[in-house]
């Protein structure tokens, strides 16, 4: 099979479309065809040899859907020919937190495509227990964002979700725009959306967002947002949202944010507004939802701007760390 391995973190020349044996499946795994395969942030950081708990060499992707072809022998209840999105995480089911139903909170972290090879390859083995049937008629753009909207499903549930209330989310990338819908789905009086990249913002009124803009306040809220959601993990964001929460309001940090950095924010503040900042880290028991949400109806296809075949890799890089594109799949099958 052709797999895309990453042999040495930060180094640009050692990213290469390579010959690999065909997997086989262990007995409580599967072997899925991949057909799409989301790029991410955590890949960027995978290539820079960012993580520690990364071992190279690697077969990065972790937003992978694709078709079983392979079923090892204590498998049951899942065959070939399903259709399937694959949730990457695999917690140990061991450690404290898997213990008391936390385990995104994992201690001995382990995913498929993080710490183990993924879905940018023509054929990946996961655990059966990973793979979530896909409904008959979800389109290709659909099963590939099962992942991510997980994330984001995690994230609302995360929050109080008091209907009437107003949204500020930054950032106008896939994330932040998934998050955008599930609020408005879930009853907020307006979510509005800020970002830097212009074309985003154009994207993101087009999406059914109330206000786009590059500076909060353009928005003309002098009481604030009950919540605000920051999706960058950019400290400058982070710092300017912080302060744009009204009193007895939330602040979510979704964005991943750089581990070495700090955000500065008033303690007195929080204490005498009543305001509850919250975290949300990757998915909790949010992938079936996510496919639900996608099967009753909600549209986030256009949300996908560009499919690339294995050999446009590194287009696809540049144009995710160029801001030139929306959420970008990768396609093993593709030629």
Same mark, same amino acid.
């Given at each position: 099979? &052709?797999?895309?391995?990453? +042999? ?26 991949? +057909? ?16 520690? *708990? ?10 992978? +859907? ?42 001995? %972290?382990?995913? $498929? ?18 793979? %979530? ?28 979700? =008091? ?6 989310? %930054? ?16 009853? *907020? ?5 800020? !970002?830097?990249?212009?074309? &985003?913002?154009?994207? *993101? ?5 109330? *206000?786009?803009?590059? &500076?909060?306040? =353009?928005?003309? =809220? ?15 964001? $982070?710092? !300017?949202?912080?302060?744009?929460? =009204? ?35 990757? /998915? ?7 496919? !639900? /949400? ?13 499919? %690339? ?14 801001? +030139?594109?929306?959420?970008?799949? $990768? ?5």
């Amino acid at each position: 099979m &052709r797999a895309l391995v990453v +042999t040495e973190p930060g180094n640009p020349g050692s990213t290469a479309v390579t010959e690999l044996p065909d997997p086989r499946p262990a007995p409580h795994e599967v072997v899925v065809r991949v +057909t799409s395969c989301g790029l991410c942030g955590t890949d960027m950081h995978i290539l820079g040899g960012e993580l520690p *708990a990364v071992p190279y060499p690697l077969v990065p992707g972790h937003e992978l +859907t694709g078709e079983i072809v392979a079923v090892g022998e204590e498998v049951h209840g899942t065959a070939v020919g399903d259709r399937v999105a694959v949730d990457p995480n695999m917690p140990c089911g061991a450690c404290h937190y898997c213990r008391i139903g936390r385990g995104n909170l994992c201690e001995n %972290y382990s995913a $498929i495509g993080v710490t183990r090879d993924g879905g940018f390859a023509e054929l990946v083995a996961v655990p059966a227990s990973c793979c %979530y049937p896909l409904p008959d008629g979800l389109s290709e753009a659909a099963a590939g964002l099962v992942e991510p909207l997980s994330c984001a499903v995690h994230g609302l549930n995360r929050l109080p979700r =008091r209907p009437g209330e107003h949204y500020l989310i %930054y950032g106008a990338g896939t994330m932040g725009l998934m998050m955008a819908a599930l609020v408005r789905n879930a009853g *907020a009086a307006s979510v509005s959306v800020v !970002d830097l990249n212009e074309e &985003r913002l154009a994207f *993101a009124e087009s999406f059914g967002v109330d *206000a786009a803009v590059t &500076r909060a306040d =353009r928005l003309g =809220r002098t009481p604030g947002f009950e919540v605000v959601v920051d999706a960058t993990g950019v400290i400058a964001a $982070i710092e !300017d949202g912080l302060g744009r929460v =009204r009193r007895g309001g939330t602040f979510l940090q979704f964005g991943v944010a750089d581990p070495a950095r700090a955000a500065s924010f008033s303690p007195y503040r929080v204490y005498h507004h009543e305001i509850d900042i919250i975290g949300s880290m990757a /998915v909790h028991h949010s992938f079936q939802p996510a496919i !639900d /949400v996608l099967a009753s109806g909600l549209d986030l296809d256009p949300l996908v701007s560009d499919v %690339y075949g294995l050999d446009g890799f590194d287009e696809a890089v540049a144009r995710f760390r160029a801001g +030139t594109a929306r959420k970008i799949h $990768i396609a093993p099958q593709q030629g």
